[in-house]
């Protein structure tokens, strides 16, 4: 039972989540306006990060960036960590091709972020996109120190599919 307009957020949130597949736009973009209409930061954060990440897999970059500099600076308003971590990563990915530097300052935000809220998962991601950075301007030596931590972390707390991958 939903007792509050912010339950009911979280709750088509996490409805959302379950229905990536189906019915992920219309549940999130339900959660995002109610959360709006009553000024949910939390609900904003969460909707604006997903929907960066929906837009940024459906290469549809512009879009994307836009949800995840919404996401970040609602976070910051609010000093969330865990939010500022997340939209940075994702607005460094949509940056990398274009804007390499931008990416990394924002890859960067994402490690300082990530040691802030205690997140060391999203920590090495941030470090394997730092990798991948230097790795393109063929600096192998900051590239490999980048993938070494980012596979440390995911040794400790990560998935077999995440250490594949650093």
Known sequence: RVRTDSEKVDVLIALAKENSKTNFLQYINEALSLAEKIN?????????????????????FSTSLLHCIISYNYAREINDNSGMAYASLYIGYNNYHNNPN???????????????AGNKALEAYGHSAIGNIYE??????????????SLKIRREVG????????
Do not use: T, V
């Open 102 to 116: 931008i990416s990394l300052k924002y890859y960067k935000k994402n490690i300082d972020y990530c040691r802030l």
């Open 136 to 149: 393109s301007r063929n600096d192998g030596a900051i590239a490999l120190k980048n993938y070494q931590i």
């Open 159 to 166: 998935s077999p599919n995440e250490l594949a991958s650093s």
């Open 40 to 60: 949910y930061k939390k609900g904003i954060i969460i909707c604006n990060a997903a929907l960066g990440k929906y837009y940024f897999e459906k290469e549809n």
